[in-house]
């Protein structure tokens, strides 16, 4: 089984709103990542989780703020967004040793 | 720097005919290589990678790519194109301790009937 899950699929939210995207992946991967994709742009790299552990802060402002509560969960609160944040949001698995990613489905973000 | 280039922004073919999108990369170590599709509004799918031995890969839905170390390529092709092929494809290339992949900008591909 190579399946990311991530909730919810769509989320609208003003800019004073707090949030969160979840995502959980049973695939015993140790390594979890967040990405941001604008439409018709590659994915860009936000954080990266390994062993639970953030590794990876690509300068994201700190209204992003990452959790990982245990191996297999990791969730993205969102707090005083902007509407330029409104994107897509992905979340992706992979072994610590490998760099084969699996995708899921993403959640459709839009700040108002 | 690492850095994947996709020539191809936009590229329409018939149903039935072959398909070569291409991927060409810059990187200092042996590269693992991926191809990825995403269909509108979803998540990306892996169709296949590379990380070491026989450089012509098979992956999934009929694609295969083959890494030309000499070209620093690694060009994604399937023999005949069906309508539901019709997506965005990522190239990407990956290694080294951080687990970043580096995309590609894409090559959106369209199917006529």
């Known amino acids: 089984d190579t399946e990311v899950t991530q909730t919810p699929k769509h989320l609208v939210m003003g800019m004073t709103n707090k949030k969160s995207l979840k995502c959980e992946q049973h695939?015993?991967?140790?390594?979890m990542y967040w990405y941001k994709q604008k439409a018709k742009k590659p994915p860009e790299l936000m954080f990266v989780y390994s062993y639970e552990k953030l590794s990876i802060n690509e300068s994201v402002p700190s209204r992003f703020s990452p959790e990982c509560p245990n191996s297999s969960l990791l969730n993205l609160h969102l707090h005083a967004l902007q509407p330029e944040d409104s994107a897509l949001y992905l979340c992706?698995?992979?072994?610590?040793?490998?760099?084969?990613?699996?995708f899921g489905p993403g959640t459709r973000l839009t700040v108002t | 720097a690492q850095s994947v280039t996709q020539p191809d922004i936009h590229i329409t073919v018939s149903e039935g005919a072959s398909l070569e999108l291409r991927c060409n990369y810059s990187y200092g170590a042996t590269p693992y290589l991926f191809w990825y599709v995403q269909s509108p509004g979803q998540g990306l799918q892996l169709l296949l990678k590379y990380f070491s031995g026989d450089t012509l890969v098979q992956g999934i839905k009929g694609f295969e790519a083959e890494f030309k170390r000499s070209q620093s390529s690694f060009n994604l092709r399937k023999p005949s194109v069906h309508w539901s092929d019709a997506a965005e494809y990522f190239c990407a290339v990956g290694g080294g301790a951080t687990n970043k992949l580096i995309f590609g900008t894409g090559t959106l591909l369209a199917v006529q009937p």
């Open positions: 695939m015993g991967h140790r390594a």
């Open positions: 992706a698995s992979s072994q610590e040793q490998t760099y084969e990613q699996y």
